[in-house]
């Protein structure tokens, strides 16, 4: 089962993080084209205290 998550780091990037089964991490990065793939390396931002997880409601608010 995949798992994902939505982050905000304090520098204001949107970060969608989603692990799969087997551990693999993978990343998105919110852009005004919607979401693109980032570097798997941005995946410790959301251990950051500068980084805060997103409710469901925020996530919905996103775009597209």
Do not use: C, F, H
Not at 4 to 19: D, H, N, P
Not at 20 to 42: H, N, Y
């Amino acid at each position: 089962m995949k798992s994902s998550a939505v982050y905000r780091t304090g520098q204001g990037r949107t970060l969608r993080i989603t692990e799969s089964e087997d551990g693999a991490l993978r990343v998105e990065i919110l852009s005004e084209d919607g979401w693109m793939d980032g570097p798997v390396r941005m995946a410790g931002l959301r251990l950051s205290s500068s980084t805060r997880k997103l409710t469901s409601a925020e996530v919905l608010a996103l775009p597209a």
